[in-house]
């Protein structure tokens, strides 16, 4: 039996790595549309991501029924400092999103995959200093590697490229937002959506991005697969977060910048100056000990869990539905309370200031 149950248990992990793979390499592939997206801008195209993100994601939470999910967050959300603070990340995201589809067609692919290949390395220096995340040995050695990287190529050139630091700054305040009020991810994803829908509707009007595509008879069959190919790389990526432990799927999210900087290199034919092939050599080699890192902790787990019998839990991008009708009924129960204390302060309250006014007469 316990052999059955580990033999599942590898399976299970071989598919959740096959699909955490599948799914990187589709993110990167959305990298390219750029270029078949063409006489659209680099703005358009990424106009065109959000919007067809949205119907995408929509399609795909109605699938899972999980709306209900969404919504139950959203309940949560009691004033106006947590609505401002859950609205503010969102022109972040929208930011990126644009950087990320304009970049490739504009010269400055292989500087955005550097901001995704020091991205990871900021975030662990985020946990560190906001969070008092501990960090370990061949952590440290990566990020003294990055550093070194860097520091090299500022002093050789006098400066780093703008859309570097624009996306491996812009994402850590989006994460530590979203962090700070608890936000599912796929309900602050739609939400951000929702939210950036009517700002892509205008630009597309403002700038001909819907006459271009009805004009062009490719982006008739174009702009769906890019919906399609989001929604395939979303869909995959909650499918493996599911199979997979969260150190390893964690692990295998490194791949993403490793892929861009492939495709960069090999299709959108951007060169690396000969001056900053030490900078990416370092910064190579600090993605791939933090990637040994994330291994050792990984296989140091699992032993770890063999010898105790437990199971490292999985990311899990929705809980089950059980837990949510629990969740509900206990968010129901919590605010009849809530309602009765509040209406019986208010009649102490009441109470008070009458024998205060008695008082003072």
Known sequence: MLKAAAMMTTNQTSQGTITAVAANFLYSLLFLFGLLLQPLSGTQVASWRVLTMFFSLVLLVTVLKQWQHIFDYL???KNAKEWFLFILPTPILGAQIWIFMWAPVNGLGLEVTLGYFLYPM???VVG???????MSLLQWVAIVCAGFGIAYDIFQYGAISWATLFVCLGYPPYYLLR???AVPPITGLISDLVLLLPVVVIALYMNGGFEVAITNHKLWYLLPLL???STAAMSLTMIASQKLPVSLFGTLCYLEPIFLFVFSIA???HNVEEGSMLMYSMIFIALLIMIADSALGYMARKRDDRLHGYNE???GSFPPRRRLKNRRIKGVLAAHRFRKIK???QKIDKMTRKIEALHLR
């Open 75 to 77: 309940k949560t959300l």
């Open 122 to 124: 900021i975030m662990i």
């Open 128 to 134: 560190r200093f906001f969070y008092n995340e501990d």
């Open 179 to 181: 962090r700070y009020l």
């Open 227 to 229: 919906g399609i190919i």
């Open 267 to 269: 299709i959108l034919d």
């Open 313 to 315: 839990p999985q990311v």
């Open 343 to 345: 209406k019986y302060q």
